[in-house]
Structures are given as C-alpha cells and as structure tokens.
C-alpha cells in the first residue's frame, strides 16, 4: 500500500526553506506519483503549500504504485477485459497518471512559460542500449501522454546520446537520466545542442523544447563511501560524503561553461533554453549525514532539485538555505575528487559501475511491475 502524507495543515512557516530555495533559483520538483497522490489531491496541495513545481517518475516509482493496486483496480479490469497485453497494460496506466499530474501542473507551466509545470516519464528501461527503439518509444509516450508539459525521460547510456539528439530534433522535451559521470555529462549537452540544430533546421519553434539532464547524487557518495571505509585510514574516513557534492558542483562548472560559449550563443537569439542540470537521488542513503544535505548543499541558480516526499518534508522543517552553496566551491571540488583517486579509488570505474547499476535497477523494478500487473489481469479476467 502506497502512503500518501497528508500536507493540506501543513503550517506556512514549515515551509519557508522550501520558499527561501524557490528564490534562490531552485525549481523543486518532486520525485514520486502514484494514483491516490493524484486523486486525493495530495500532489495538488504540494503545488499549492510546498513549492512543487513538477514531477519526476521512473520505473522504480511506477513499481511501488501500481505494484501495490492502490487506485488502480477499475482501470486493471477494463484492461482485463479487452485482453490487452500486460506492455499495454503498463503504459496504459503510466501515462494515465502521468497525464492527470500534467493537468494538475498545467497552471504552473503557463505561468513559467512552460520552464516548470513538467511531468516526467521514462522510456521502457528494457531499450537503455537500443537507439532506435529509444527513439520510437519516446515518440509513442509523448503521443500517449499528450500533453505540452510533459518530459520523456531517456537514460545517458551510450545508445542513449543520438536518441536525445533525435527526440530533441523532433521537439520533444526530454529529461536526460541517469547521469553520473562528468564526461558523459559534457556528451549529454552536446547531444542536446546538437538536438536543438536540428530542431532549429527542420523549423521547430526552439521556445518550446525545454530540457533537464538528471545528475543522480547520492548514489555517488555510496559507491565511494564504501570504498572508503574499506580503506579505513584517517584520511580516507575524511573523505566520505563529499564526493557526491565534488561530482556535482562540477557538473555545474561544466553547465556553466558550455551554456556560455558559442554554440550556445548562437542559438539562443532562436528562443532556445539551456538544458538545466537535475539534482537526483538527493534523498541521503547513509543516516549518518542530515537528511537535507543534497538540497543544502547543492543550491544554484538555474537548476532543479528533484526530491522523494520524505526529502522535501524534511527541507520544509528543516533545511539549511543560506544561498548558493555550489559556484564556490569548484576548487575545493577538484581537490577531493583528486584525493580520492590519490587513494586507489578510481573515478571512472565507480561512475560505469553507478551506469550499469542503476539501468539494471529499473529493468528489474520494470520486471517486478510487469509480473504483478500480469496477475492482475489474469486474475481479473478470471472474474470477468
């Protein structure tokens, strides 16, 4: 059974930090959907109270939703009854609630010109590897979907690349996912401009193509955390929890770099918007660190942070705003990403390693969601 906070008492004071991160630049998206979300109006009050600006999903979340049937009987009985397959199954549900969380966010991309109000949906994790699948996949969800506000989500594999550059060309919104590595960042932008020539050649209006790429955080301090405690000396003990920052406040560097040179510059008379850097998996894995430290730490003008529900009640009650907390910290940065290498961890390893992992992840979850709705469907044909 999924559990849905009830926010509509939250108090106007709990939320200040949430406010004092809007300010600051920060889009606050949140990272879960589910039906009863949406049909209890919960995700309604989030935009309205808790400064919620969009919605991230992935094959993970979709698990936990409609793995649990929780609002989804109704629907899983026509299905059953048409005898659909449980792929059409699945999508049919996805985008159902995925379209419903659009509508409720519509008011908030008219109001930001289509910059926040989004809802983000992923391609079958199954294609991470398959380009051209990729590629008709994120034509058929934004075609199911319909709706102007809506993301398709496709990994940063190596497959991946030309698919955002294509999906890009036809001016579909797209949230890069699934992004851990500095590198594969630069080729991630690079992707998306080369997207927005395209779109640019065939005649698209560039000011309605938007784009977030989904930098995953947490993972990061895990993998290398780990590593570190194995290793056990002083130094190496002083490292932990700040690799992930390091990653990211670089990401940032990066963001900053290419969204200032000329390729850029050519295209932004057209209308175009720079691919906003995502903070993702910014829910802490390790209690020992404060449950905000991927929101403290991570605040910048011109990004998004994309929270699970237990993250972002713990920034209303108590977060640490104190302004940008990234743009100055690219030299510290380097130098511990520098002393974790210096140790023997290498950082080209771990960032594959988090790659291949974290596609792995959601197939899996994908699977396990398949063979519940399976069920499903067949028990409910059975009643039919």
Do not use: C
């Not at 995700?43 to 979340?61: D, F, M, Q």
């Not at 496709?154 to 991946?160: E, F, K, L, S, V």
């Amino acid at each position: 059974m999924i559990t849905v906070t009830d926010t509509t008492a939250t108090p106007t004071a709990a939320a200040e930090p949430l406010k004092r991160l809007s300010d600051e630049g920060v889009s606050i998206w949140l990272d879960d959907l589910s039906r009863e979300r949406i049909t209890s109006g919960n995700l309604a009050s989030l935009v309205e109270k808790s400064h919620v600006v969009g919605v991230t999903t992935n094959p993970s979340i979709f698990q936990a939703a409609i793995g649990s049937g929780e609002g989804y009987e109704a629907q899983l009985a026509e299905l059953a009854v048409r005898g659909v397959t449980v792929d059409e199954a699945v999508r049919m549900m996805t985008t159902a609630d995925v379209r419903a969380a659009a509508d409720v966010l519509r008011p908030v991309y008219d109001a930001t010109g289509g910059r926040d109000g989004r809802v983000s949906i992923e391609v079958d994790p199954r294609l991470a590897h398959d380009t051209a699948a990729t590629i008709a996949e994120a034509k058929q969800l934004a075609w199911l979907v319909d709706r102007p506000n809506v993301m398709i989500k496709i990994p940063a594999t190596r497959a991946g690349l030309p698919a955002i550059t294509e999906v890009i060309g036809l001016g579909i919104s797209v949230n890069v996912t699934l992004i851990f590595s500095l590198e594969r960042y630069r080729e991630v932008m690079d992707a998306y401009l080369a997207g927005l020539e395209k779109a640019q050649a065939a005649g698209h209006d560039l000011a309605s193509i938007h784009s977030v790429a989904s930098f995953f955080v947490s993972r990061v301090d895990s993998e290398i955390d780990k590593r570190l405690t194995r290793l056990g000396t002083d130094e190496a003990l002083s490292l932990k929890g700040r690799a992930a920052l390091a990653n990211a406040r670089l990401a940032y560097a990066a963001y900053e770099e290419v969204f200032a040179a000329d390729r850029w510059t050519a295209l932004a008379p057209s209308g175009a918007h720079k691919q906003r850097p995502l903070w993702a998996s910014t829910g802490v894995k390790d209690p020992a660190y404060k449950s905000t430290l991927y929101v403290d730490e991570l605040v910048a003008p011109g990004t998004v942070n994309t929270m699970p529900e237990a993250t972002l009640l713990a920034t209303a009650e108590r977060g640490e705003i104190t302004g940008d907390t990234v743009t100055g910290g690219y030299a510290q940065a380097r130098a511990d990403l520098a002393a974790v290498e210096a140790l023997g961890i290498s950082y080209d390893e771990v960032v594959k390693r988090l790659e291949d992992e974290g596609v792995a992840k959601f197939e899996a979850a994908w699977q396990e969601l398949l063979a519940a709705v399976e069920k499903s469907l067949d028990r409910k044909g059975a009643d039919a």
